[in-house]
Nanobody
Framework: QVQLEESGGGLVQAGGSLKLSCAAS????????MGWFRQAPGKEREFVAS????????NYADSVKGRFAISRDTAKNTVYLQMNNLKPEDTAVYSC???????????????????WGQGTQVTVSS
């Protein structure tokens, strides 16, 4: 069982930065792939970024490549999402998720994830 709690959301102007954190409980955090997803009002939840559990390979949605960076600190049981050059279209509720799958995959589908946090709101003003 893994419990996830996001923090770091808020209101920022376009071009600004935010760093989201996702604190995980559970001794086996290091064996889970982690991902960030977001859901904007009236839209379906979409993949943002993922990081694998062993080799820390990362994957990003095209819309955030070059602007966002996912990382993880196993000692702190925490995964981060550094968001730079934010745009109004990045406004959404951001959720982190944990996957127990150990496949050679990009972890870019929400069906691959077993545990979810409640989400944190990110609002980017123009």
């Amino acid at each position: 069982q893994v419990q996830l709690e996001e923090s770091g959301g808020g209101l920022v102007q376009a071009g600004g930065s935010l760093k989201l954190s996702c604190a995980a409980s559970g001794r086996t955090f290091s064996t889970y792939a982690m991902g960030w997803f977001r859901q904007a009002p009236g839209k379906e939840r979409e993949f943002v970024a993922s990081i694998r559990w062993r080799n820390y390979i990362t994957n990003y949605a095209d819309s955030v490549k070059g602007r966002f960076a996912i990382s993880r600190d196993t000692a702190k049981n925490t995964v981060y999402l550094q968001m730079n050059n934010l745009k109004p279209e990045d406004t959404a509720v951001y959720s982190c998720a944990a996957s127990a799958l150990h496949f050679n995959t990009n972890y870019d589908h929400q069906q691959m994830y077993h545990y979810w946090g409640q989400g944190t709101q990110v609002t980017v003003s123009s």
